[in-house]
């Protein structure tokens, strides 16, 4: 049998176990190596991600890294693999125009279709990108909030010697911090809740750490911290002219008050970005490879599938009173070891 972290979106999550999937033509089986957890998975647990975005029950399980178990054009089982969560049609408009994050049949691994925190699972051949022996599953694991930011990012104006502020100090805050550095900015700062995160701030590339989000003092601010207050201080950061990223998600229904005269008098660009486009996250991907991105400086904690509870339980704690960067789970077959894998199935 194979085990399935999976959830009803009723405050749970549990240990199934269900039998070995096999793949149908166009499909590779993959097992995954290394998942990681964050908030939105927490909202999917409990049930707060628009039904729109969500089927249940549900495998747990989007930001992953896997072995190919079967093999498929230019992949060969045993290849070490990273897999594009978002599920494009091709066909609709948005995707024909590259805007593939808004095709209008949304189906995303982890949220319609059954997620990677299982001992396999099935994806779309032409989602999945084999990756050089050799390369840092930490790293990698990484990729799929690192396609979010970058989504976001690259459609922002530019220019070397920006003032940048990101608001949040978690993973997608610190993931910014980390792609903006390769922006070359003049000054990239990190206002963050919490001092313990002072460490992986500096770590990601931040010059400074602030408690206090000063007024229209930065040309770019990165929200990421996905609250009201986060999306307030990011707005009032920016100084007249400047640009906001609204990254963070923050709970379905969340209605902030806007200063909009402020908004109008700043002549602000204010951005919103959902998601990652396949070229995001293939960029993304690169930037990994290449070893210009090192998003493993970042993953704090190690659990194995077994211990979900405590892992889940880590991310749900607002101040677990230590740094706390990714949390992942380490996919073992259940007998404790790290390192055996199920090989192919006929
Ligand atoms: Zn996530
Ligand atoms: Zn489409």
Known sequence: MARALTTGGDGKAQLAERPPL????????????????CGTDLELIDGLVDEAFVRYPLVLGHEWVGVAVSGSQGLSPGDLVAVEGIVPCWHCEQCRSGATNLC????????????????????????????????????????????????????????????????GDGTVALLAVQLLRLWAPGRLALAGRRREQAGLARAAGADEVIGEVPKQAFDLVVEAAGT???????????????????????????????????????????????????????????????????????????????????????????????????????????????????????
């Open 22 to 37: 096999s793949p149908q033509p166009g499909q590779v089986l993959v097992a995954p190596q290394v998942v990681g957890l």
């Open 228 to 346: 009201n207050e986060g999306v307030l201080s990011a707005l009032g950061a920016a100084r007249r002219g400047g640009t906001v990223l609204l990254l963070g998600l923050p709970p379905h229904g969340s209605v902030a008050s806007v200063p909009v005269d402020d908004l109008v008098n700043g002549d602000l660009l204010v951005r919103a970005s959902f998601g990652y486009s396949s070229s995001a996250f293939s960029r993304a991907l690169g930037l990994i490879v290449a070893g210009q991105l090192k998003p493993r400086v970042l993953v704090t904690h190690r659990y194995s599938l077994e211990q979900h509870e405590q892992a889940l339980g880590l991310l749900r704690e607002e101040d677990p009173g230590e740094a706390r960067g990714k949390v992942v789970l380490r996919i073992s077959s259940g007998d404790g070891s790290e390192t055996s894998r199920p090989s192919a199935r006929a």
């Open 104 to 167: 209008e049949t949304y189906d995303e691994v982890g949220f319609t279709r059954d997620g990677a925190a299982a001992d396999d699972v099935l994806v779309p051949a032409g989602l999945v990108h084999r990756l050089p022996p050799g390369t840092s599953v930490d790293d990698v694991v990484m990729v799929e909030p690192a396609s979010v930011v970058y989504h976001g990012l690259s459609r922002l104006p530019s220019r070397p010697g920006l003032q940048c502020l990101v608001v």
